[in-house]
């Protein structure tokens, strides 16, 4: 217990370091978050299924801001006005960002709706750490994805592999590549959502039938911290590698996901700092490209002469150059930031500054 205070005495330190006081911490935050909020009040027809879910977390993280935020001074309060504000954005934007991928896809529509919505996602109650001793000695070349895959067995945990299907199903051929060691980058990612839809779906036996002899002391909660941890080096790594631009997406999807399943390590101040430099400010959105515009105009044409031509799910270029999976996995992981500053405020009481 007093390793980990140390600990969020350390990211407070360097949050005062970077930003100077708590206000404009939480000023930043809500800032980037209001620009992409106008992101989305333009953008809410075309934005595709990954990232309308970015956003329902992010309405469920200012949800639970709002309810935790410390009543300090008159500049907090003022701040959790601008919050309830911006959910009420969030709202109008988000019923007609679902009505729209409703008449889009209504299959694959149906097969993640638990998603959209905000209370599906359960915020972290406690906090931990990683532990780079779980980091793996070396990681598989290619990556060990499937999306078609990985759609099908979401479908099982979330009940909606059929119209009122029996959720928490886990099959053999799904538990053996989400439990597997050594995967890279999105592998990785996609085994942590795994079990963090599992355990916001209320699943409890994730786990069971698993025969493997070196497997049979290992919990869900072990899971995580092995992911988390490898997805801990991985962000090193590409901070170490100088932040290329094709990274950033990943990175941040890291943050997002190890953030939503408690790990506090996540929640680095320069990493922070790395985000909001991401937001164009034209547009409010992250990850924007302009120089592949006239080529997505192109592609967004294509695509109306084969309406039934699905998009991928993880990603879509919008016509202004926006990423739509980039914004929400940073709208998300902005949110986990406001929130974990907060739930450290209340619980401490200790001033930045």
Not at 185 to 213: E, N
Not at 279 to 306: A, K, P, V
Request: glycine share 6%; charged share 25%.
């Amino acid at each position: 217990m007093r390793g980990a205070r140390l600990q969020l005495a350390a990211v407070l330190a360097l949050f005062a370091a970077v930003f100077g006081s708590r206000a404009e911490v939480i000023d930043e935050i809500l800032s980037s978050l209001s620009r992409g909020a106008s992101f989305l009040e333009r953008q809410h027809e075309h934005i595709n299924l990954d990232g309308v879910v970015g956003f329902f977390m992010l309405q469920a993280e200012l949800k639970e801001a709002v309810r935790t935020w410390p009543h300090t001074d008159p500049v907090s309060w003022a701040q959790r006005t601008s919050t309830v504000a911006l959910i009420k954005r969030l709202e109008e934007s988000l019923d007609k960002a679902v009505a729209a991928l409703q008449q889009d896809d209504p299959k694959y529509y149906r097969e993640f709706e638990p998603l959209l919505s905000w209370d599906f996602w359960l915020m972290p109650q406690e906090w931990s750490t990683t532990d780079h001793s779980l980091v793996y000695p070396s990681t598989i070349t290619s990556d060990c994805y499937d999306e078609l895959l990985s759609d099908k067995c979401l479908t099982l945990l979330l009940g909606t592999w059929k119209i009122n299907g029996t959720p928490c199903i886990v099959t053999k051929p799904c538990r053996d590549p989400m439990t597997r060691f050594g995967c890279p980058r999105y592998s990785l990612s996609h085994q942590l959502l795994y079990f963090i839809l599992g355990k916001m779906r209320g699943c409890t036996s994730l786990l069971k039938g698993d025969t493997r002899a070196s497997r049979t002391n290992m919990t869900e909660r072990n899971y995580e911290e092995i992911f988390c941890s490898n997805m801990m080096k991985s962000n090193q790594d590409i901070i170490k590698d100088g932040f290329a631009e094709q990274m950033a997406d990943l990175f941040i999807e890291n943050i997002m996901f190890c953030g939503l399943a408690g790990f506090s390590d996540f929640y680095n101040a320069d990493w922070l700092q790395h985000i909001l430099r991401l937001q164009d400010e034209e547009t409010g959105c992250f990850g924007r490209d302009r120089n592949i515009i006239s080529q997505i105009i192109g592609d967004e044409l294509l695509e109306q002469l084969q309406p039934h031509r699905r998009v991928k799910r993880r990603e879509r270029v919008l016509q202004d150059g926006c990423s739509s999976h980039t914004t929400a996995v940073a709208v998300g992981a902005l949110g986990g930031y406001l929130n974990y500053y907060l739930t450290e405020q209340d619980i401490t009481k200790r001033p930045l500054s």
